[in-house]
């Protein structure tokens, strides 16, 4: 990007414009040199990713037809309901293994316990019964990987600074291309079936379609990590709270006895419907954490909104940090984590007053927006909403310095999504009086 000319639009009004006007100023060609330049591929793929990335050419290529593709899978459907049902069926059943060990309290480092599970429950519901993730070597490969993103991306000489990183991108690359000769995408999700046969429909080679899905595991998991450890995190520092979404979640819970034990059943659809605190709570996680930058690229000197010239081969960033700090969006109180911001009775903002204050839907950009609008966020809010609710409901949790302080973030990579703890969190964590036996599910 050295030399480039970059221009930055923070206002709503103008980002909507900027959105209907996506084929000159295109997320494809940013998109396809991302994942270039991270997922390491061969020159002969590089070649392969980066054409008809304008759609000049129509929908056709790999570019063109792995945005179809993912999206097609993450839109409601058999495919993605059997994947999301898998999923929430991961995060039921993983949030239960703490009840196996011995001391009914453990301790544990809240990120890392978040990562973990995040990290199985997606990637089996995705990869299916062979998920390569199922090694914790790959697990922990591609978490070196990710912590060396900005080095990979934007470093100098990352071949030397972050060669943990690219050690760890080649085993998980590895151990993606011994799942597709295994042909274990046969019995995974229709997401890593569609990825799979567009890389390979376009020439892409079993190699390098596997380092392409590294990206695609970054999409997955990444930013779902983060967004429910601060949720947790608000929720257990926040005792009131805490109380009032445990009031809330046990509405949409019903509870049976079966031989195995007391089953308790949790309504999706109702968690996020009839739960609008716990929802809220997850949106306002997402404001207030989010640094995701949408990125574009003018293809080609385009007047926006009958004003700005935007010069050919330029770069364009819509920064969600800074739009969800403005205050004449949100309100005085911006800056502040408000957990009922976006329960839909809250007033909407009048000019410039109000602490409490709903602003306009194209000001949240959490997930995007316009044709790259995150086609994960539905699978992502239901992974961090029924995690949420059913920890909430089993267990308490206390930091052992005895003070939820809020981590700093300085060491944050600037590609990620959202803000990241620079240090863990050590928590204990012990069930709840009454939920020791407890199985839960979803209903
Ligand atoms: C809280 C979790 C998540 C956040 C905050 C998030 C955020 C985003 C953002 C900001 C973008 C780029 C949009 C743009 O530049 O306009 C994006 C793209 C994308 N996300 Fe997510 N995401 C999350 C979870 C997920 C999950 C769980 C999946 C898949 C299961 C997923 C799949 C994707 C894909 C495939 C794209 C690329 C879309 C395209 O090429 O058009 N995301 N996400």
Redesign the pocket.
Known sequence: MLGQKMYIITKPDLIQVTQKQHKVLA?PPV?ADFASKVCGVSQAAKAIVNHNVSGAEGETGFSMES?VA??SA?SPGKGFDDMNRKMIQNILLSLGTLQQLPPQSVRTGLMDFVRSRVTSS?TDAVYGPQNPFRDHAVVDAFWHFQQNFTSILIGVLPSITARKGIAGRTLVAKAIEQYYRNKGHESGSI?ARNRYDVSLKNGLSIEDAARLEVGGVI??IV??VP?AFWTLFFIYATPDLLDDIRREVQTVVTLRHSERGPIHSVDIKGLKQHCPLLSSTFQET?RHR?T?V??RKVMEDTILDDQWLLKKDSILQMPSRIIHKDQSLWGSNADDFDARRFVKDQKPLKSGSGSKTRAPAAAFR????????????H??TD??LVMAAVFVLRYDMAPTTGVWSMPSTNQSGIVN??LEPDNDIEVEVSVRKGYEEAIFACG
Do not use: D, Q
């Open positions: 997320y998109e945005h993912m999206r993450l997606t997401l999409a997955i930013n779902t967004a997402l989010a995701a949408s990125v959490a997930f995007g927006g316009g044709t790259t609008l995150c086609p994960g966020r699978f992502a992974e961090v999504g959202l």
